[in-house]
């Protein structure tokens, strides 16, 4: 698969499985039941892999909804084709509605002067304006309070150009899924959505589960599940890791753009942060850096594969290029490489493998950002 089909352009790029793409998507709509959905989350160009082209995929896998964080998120599901339900996970701006009336775009709504302005446009248009109600159950972060969710619907249910699609929650520790904190949060969000029915509000989907929670724990799943991390096949916290096996989608690579062997002593990239400790060392250029998403504080601490085996990151990463050595030691003989030779910075070669994960760790962050950031200029190919 390395190299089958790579950019025209450029010695550096994405690939996405879209196998694995398939059979993860598959995997999380095999946890719910035949009345219970699937909402796909697939905002920041689906974490880094593609939003329309993963879309495609998990269209074709049976989600029934998709969720972005942005409108232009959104819109450009729409222009690419897409016709499920499409949520936006925050109250956009006033000045956001029109566009989203015109592209079926459904926002989550926590201010009453959002819901009536929605309202009164759609009206005009001579439309309804669907929307998800956010519910705020404990992580301070949007929706109306839990405890005012009444008081909410009251102030605008009486308006006939809106409609309550669906109403939800987000844990803030969905990984700790027998934790009180989350326990407090479902508790929270019952009877807010027990409050509304027996007040008759129409609440539509009911849904909380993220990746963490839809695996954790089946009681929470409502009327659908969304899952984000999990479909690019990475996992969310280590508790999910044993009971929930997810395929990595994507791999990044590149091919060697010059190769040398500078003198002992020799210093390598900015600052010379790396210096050739002995004879016969090679060094390696490859034409990834940290504008794309190669963090530069990974230099001199991470690894690529070459030909099955580690080789280090040697040097400060630039912004669109970084080194590795090839050393030759009594323990073990490498092979020197050629311009243009595959190497790998996150994926599978032969037995050897470096992870999202192993890359988060070195950050300091998580495997969502390091996606997230090697989507952000290199190309992608489909395989
Ligand atoms: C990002 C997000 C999700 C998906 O979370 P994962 O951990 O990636 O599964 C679900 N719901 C909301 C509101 C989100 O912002």
Same mark, same amino acid.
């Given at each position: 698969m390395i190299g089958r089909k790579e950019p025209a352009t450029r010695w550096a790029w994405v690939e996405i499985d879209q196998g694995a793409l398939r059979r993860n998507t598959r995997a999380f709509k095999n946890l719910l039941g035949p009345r219970q959905r699937l909402c796909c989350v697939i905002k920041a160009d689906a974490y880094g892999h593609g939003a329309v082209a993963c879309a495609k995929v998990m269209h074709a896998t049976g989600c029934d909804m998709f969720a972005v964080a942005t409108v232009l998120e959104g819109v450009e599901l729409r222009q690419g084709g897409i016709e499920e339900p499409i949520l936006v996970l925050s109250e956009p701006p006033l000045t956001a509605i029109d566009t989203l009336l015109e592209y079926r775009l459904m926002p989550s709504v926590y201010t009453s002067e959002f819901a009536l302005a929605y309202g009164e446009r759609a009206v005009s248009l001579g439309t309804v304006g669907k929307y998800h109600m956010a519910i705020e159950t404990g992580m301070n972060r949007i929706g109306v309070h839990y405890t005012e969710v009444l008081d909410f619907r009251r102030e605008i249910?009486?308006?006939?150009g809106i409609q309550c699609d669906g109403v939800f929650t987000h844990f803030a520790t969905a990984d700790e899924s027998s934790g009180w904190d989350y326990q407090l949060q479902r508790t929270r969000f019952d009877e807010a959505v027990g409050a509304l029915r027996d007040a008759g509000f129409e609440c539509g989907i009911v849904h909380c589960d993220n990746t963490a929670a839809s695996i954790l724990d +089946?009681?929470?799943?409502?009327?659908?599940i969304r899952a984000g991390i999990g479909l690019y096949g990475l996992q969310p916290c280590e508790a999910t890791r044993p009971v929930f096996p997810l395929e990595p989608v994507m791999s990044v690579r590149a091919r060697v753009t010059r190769t040398v062997h500078p003198a002992m002593g020799e210093g390598v990239g900015y600052?010379?942060?790396?210096?050739?400790?002995?004879?016969r060392v090679q060094i390696c250029t490859l034409p990834v850096g940290y504008a794309d998403?190669? +963090?530069?504080?990974?230099s001199n601490r991470m690894d690529v594969l070459y030909r099955g085996q580690r080789l280090r990151q040697v040097g400060n990463i630039c912004m669109d290029q970084f080194m590795v050595a090839i050393q030759q030691t009594s323990m073990r003989q490498m092979p020197e490489a050629q311009m243009g030779d595959v190497m790998t910075i996150v994926g599978r070669d032969g037995d050897a493998e470096i992870t999202m994960d192993e890359m988060a760790r070195l950050r300091g962050t998580i495997s969502y950002e390091v996606a997230c950031g090697f989507g952000m200029r290199l190309e992608k190919v489909y395989c």
């Open positions: 249910d009486f308006h006939r +089946a009681s929470s799943h409502y009327d659908m600052g010379f942060t790396y210096r050739v400790p002995r004879a998403g190669l +963090a530069r504080t990974l």
